[in-house]
């Protein structure tokens, strides 16, 4: 009996210390489990003395992931250690651990040791380690989820606020998103649709084109942009393009479709002016190739008239002939200039004016256009700004919408101008491109004919477009007034009802300069004489032959040339009494007046040029012929004018 016992407690004995060796072996692979899970981590581990806040151990990723080494790291406290300078103090942490056993930083700011700055989301537990309690703190790196929340925040934003319709449905067609592009071409606030069928855009005879969306919608099928109509809050269509692109939600089969519109209309619109413009670019070069010449045959037409006029006696029944002549050959030269305006070619020259001082000035001729069963009414401004602007250009507008006010009122009504001071803020200049706030002066005239409808206003200032008939009118009057104060740096409107009649409002800068002196008038008297030596150098031959009998027959002595070599020839050549101003063209075969002009002042001082052209477009400007002091005549010009002009070059000092 003894020997069993001493069998049985051996046995038990051996038992007991197999368990001891087996829990041991338990505990020795658990540690290497958790060992290798520490050391394989994808997320930052420290270890920490929850007594003293020591680091105890560090896993692989987070040394790595801040630049220090394990023996950097090790035995010393979290607030030690530069990147987490950002943290609470380590007896404050220590102290909610202890209270709470739980610490938790959704998005804290780490420096690496190299510098690069981090986000992390740092979560931190008490737990038990043998006789010890450790803080177990878990970092996890979230700088990529970061920028990839703002970059779908960035994306987000564009959406929202992109000028285009974007709608999201799902899969059975109901609204989920509306940005403010929706809102502004549709009309319904983002509240309202939220929930609601897009069925509620679709006109009632597009029940097909809804289906066929719907069910690529299901299909998770893009659909290609196509052009379609769509029905506004209020009720009216609208011309839209259309195109649905699939969405999968992260995380949902549920399929969602995003739907992208935009107005077609102010793209149509759009592309009409751009075809619009294309065609005024052809008209302009066109009317700027056939500027030259036909300006210089007007020139040698009304000169030749008026030769005629001033041979014939005031009383002659003859004279009634080159007169009508006369006129006729104005009426071709105001079409170029209106062309070449309204194609901007023209040479603007502006000058500072009295608002006030240009209407006065032109009271006596509008009076003169309107007839006597038409009661104008000038009303001007108290202490009206200057405006700088081109005083015939702004003489023009004016005529030009008197004219029209007239042809508004066949039998008679009531038209007014006035002037005004006004301030424009960024509300006033938003729906006009291009034009800034500020201070400026209003030109208004107002009639009350017979108005304009919307389609006719709609159309107001395109080039070619009138409603007079056939042979009446050639659709340039208000297009050029457009091009004048455009060029001014202003901007025209018009306020039209049928039946009410019509205002139109010119609003050009003030400006703070001084007034320019009054241009000097036409000689409307006796040419003025004189004896001096001239030298005319013209490519065309008419005119050239027109402008040296002209000059001759008031007494100078005039030498010719057809271009700008042949009047250096002449020059040199000359033996007579010294030229003493050249009248030359500025564009001509071989050699342009303005080399020219430069050469014979090297070696003429104190000689005068007096330009003239026939273009009216920037290669005047390219010439240098419209700088200040460049005196400068257009083609056509009246005989008297050409007299006047060289006699007052010849006698400036």
């Not at 291009?434 to 006719?456: A, C, Q, R, W």
Request: charged fraction near 25%; include cysteine; proline fraction near 4%.
């Amino acid at each position: 009996m003894g020997e069993h016992r001493i069998v049985n407690n051996n046995h038990q004995n051996e038992n007991a210390a197999g368990h001891e060796a087996r829990m041991e072996q338990a505990l020795r692979d658990s540690e290497l489990s958790y060992r290798r899970l520490f050391e394989a981590a994808k997320d930052g581990i420290l270890i920490l003395d929850a007594e003293t806040g020591c680091i105890n151990d560090v896993n692989p990723f987070l040394f790595k992931l801040l630049g220090f080494s394990r023996e950097e790291m090790v035995g010393k406290t979290v607030g030690e250690l530069s990147p987490f300078k950002d943290i609470e103090s380590n007896k404050v942490m220590l102290a909610r651990l202890q209270a709470d056993g739980y610490v938790r930083y959704e998005d804290l700011p780490l420096e690496t040791k190299d510098g690069r700055k981090i986000a992390v989301e740092f979560v931190s537990n008490v737990y038990q380690a043998g006789y010890h309690n450790v803080i177990q703190c878990n970092i996890r790196d979230i700088t990529e989820r970061k920028a990839a929340e703002k970059e779908r925040s960035r994306l987000a934003a564009i959406i929202e606020y992109s000028e285009d319709a974007v709608v999201s449905i799902t899969t059975n067609g109901i609204i989920i998103g509306w940005n403010r592009g929706a809102e502004r071409l549709y009309g319904y606030a983002a509240e309202e649709m939220m929930g609601r069928s897009i069925s509620i855009l679709y006109p009632a005879d597009q029940y097909q084109e809804y289906q066929r969306v719907m069910k690529a919608v299901g299909n998770s099928k893009r659909v290609p942009p196509f052009d379609t109509l769509r029905l506004r809050k209020d009720g009216v269509l609208i011309s839209v393009s259309v195109g649905l692109t699939p969405i999968e939600t992260i995380g949902s089969e549920i399929v969602v479709a995003s739907i992208h519109s935009h107005d077609i209309a102010r793209i149509k619109k759009l592309e009409a002016q751009f075809i619009e413009a294309q065609k005024m670019e052809v008209i302009s070069l066109l009317a700027v190739g056939v500027a030259h010449d036909f300006n210089n045959i007007l020139a040698v037409i009304m000169g030749y008239s008026d030769l005629l006029a001033s041979i014939l006696e005031p009383e002659s029944p003859l004279r009634k002939y080159p007169e009508e002549i006369r006129q006729a050959s104005e009426r071709a030269a105001g079409l170029t200039r209106q062309l070449m305006i309204f194609s901007r070619k023209q040479v603007v020259q502006p000058i500072v004016l009295d608002p006030n001082a240009v209407v006065k000035d032109l009271d006596k001729m509008l009076r003169q256009l309107i007839g006597e069963n038409i009661e104008m009414t000038i009303v001007p401004g108290d202490a009206v700004g200057r405006i700088k602007a081109d005083a015939g250009y702004i003489g023009q507008v004016l005529m030009n919408l008197v004219v029209n006010a007239r042809s508004a009122m066949p039998n008679g009504g009531k038209l007014s101008i006035a002037t005004s001071n006004v301030t424009l803020d960024e509300s006033d200049t938003h729906a006009h491109p291009g034009v800034h706030p500020g201070d400026y002066v209003m030109f208004t005239v107002s009639d009350n004919g017979t108005g304009m409808s919307e389609e006719v206003k709609a159309r107001l200032f395109e080039a070619f477009f009138t409603t007079k008939p056939k042979g009446k009118g050639t659709g340039l009057g208000l297009a050029t007034c457009q091009t004048i104060v455009q060029q001014s740096c202003g901007y025209i409107e018009a306020h039209s009802e049928v039946g009410k009649g019509t205002t139109f409002q010119i609003y050009l800068p003030r400006v703070e300069q001084s007034l320019d002196p009054a241009a000097k008038p036409d000689q409307t008297g006796p040419s003025p004489r004189g004896t001096e030596t001239l030298l005319v150098v013209e490519d065309d031959p008419s005119l050239r032959n027109l402008t040296r009998g002209v000059l001759e027959a008031q007494g100078y002595k005039v030498l010719s040339a057809s271009n700008g070599q042949e009047g250096l020839r002449v020059a040199r050549e000359n033996t007579g009494a010294p030229i003493r101003l050249v009248v030359t063209d500025v564009i001509m075969p071989l050699m342009g007046g303005k080399v020219m002009a430069e050469w014979l002042r090297t070696h003429y001082p104190g000689l005068k040029i007096l330009f003239t052209s026939g273009y009216m477009d920037d290669a005047i400007a390219r010439f240098g012929v419209v700088e200040t002091g460049v005196q400068f005549l257009s083609k056509p010009y009246s005989l008297p004018t050409l007299a006047g002009k060289v006699r007052d070059l010849l006698d400036a000092t």
